[in-house]
């Protein structure tokens, strides 16, 4: 199995710009989850599925943020307009989710530079 | 915002050692688990322990969890230089949501 997979490893966009990160889970696992990590706060979860449905979207800082899950193999975070402070990596975990007990298995992240 | 805490920020050991680290977080949990970052690459999954659980082993690693003090530890024994990485602990409470603690830089050296 190639583990999680999300593109681009890197991104740098200029201020105002769309920006749109892939993520692809792990086959068979039933959960998805968007988290950030920068210095300052650390790793916050974003916004997590199961199934494809969102469940949680309480970490999603504004409206400028949004996430999809049209199938069980693909899920994107887009960003639009893209602030400055948005600079951070955005990682994609999944995880098959069994009785409660489970880790995730996170992608290598997209590290965005927004200037 | 970072539900854990852990402690220390910052290890510095020699190979061979044992390594140390805490984490306390605020809430009920069904698990605790542990992770660890390499720099520049993203969080692996080492251990889990359930809630009902004291201790667990996974080869040099060794996981306790204090639900009445709410806190955990993670023990490397016989530490190696390719141990070195950030490690955090992570509690996975209601709503299957798993927060992450802060983070322990543990660095190894020969």
């Known amino acids: 199995d190639a583990g999680v997979i999300q593109s681009p490893r890197h991104e740098v966009t200029e201020m105002g710009q769309e920006v749109t990160l892939r993520c692809k889970p792990i086959?068979?696992?039933?959960?998805l989850f968007w988290y950030r990590q920068t210095m300052m706060r650390g790793l916050e979860l974003l916004i997590y599925f199961n199934n494809n449905v969102p469940i949680d979207d309480s970490g999603m800082p504004e409206d400028r943020f949004s996430a999809k899950m049209p199938n069980a193999s693909f899920s994107t975070l887009k960003i639009q307009p893209s602030e400055p402070r948005d600079s951070a990596v955005y990682f994609c975990?999944?995880?098959?989710?069994?009785?409660?007990?489970?880790?995730?298995?996170f992608g290598s992240g997209t590290r965005l530079t927004v200037v | 915002s970072q539900q854990g805490e852990e402690d220390p920020q910052a290890l510095s050991i020699q190979e061979g050692e044992n390594a140390t680290m805490n984490c306390s977080y605020k809430t009920s949990i069904n698990n605790l688990q542990w992770y660890r970052q390499n720099s520049g690459r993203g969080l692996v999954h080492l251990i889990l322990i359930r809630s009902n659980e004291r201790e667990k082993h996974s080869g040099r690693l060794r996981v306790t969890l204090d639900t009445s003090k709410k806190s955990s530890s993670l023990l490397i024994t016989a530490s190696r230089a390719a141990d070195t990485a950030s490690y955090f602990c992570?509690?996975?409470?209601?709503?299957?949501?798993?927060?992450f603690g802060t983070g322990t830089q543990l660095k190894v050296e020969l």
């Open positions: 992570a509690s996975l409470g209601g709503g299957n949501k798993l927060t």
């Open positions: 975990a999944s995880s098959l989710v069994i009785q409660g007990n489970y880790g995730y298995t």
């Open positions: 086959s068979g696992h039933n959960s």
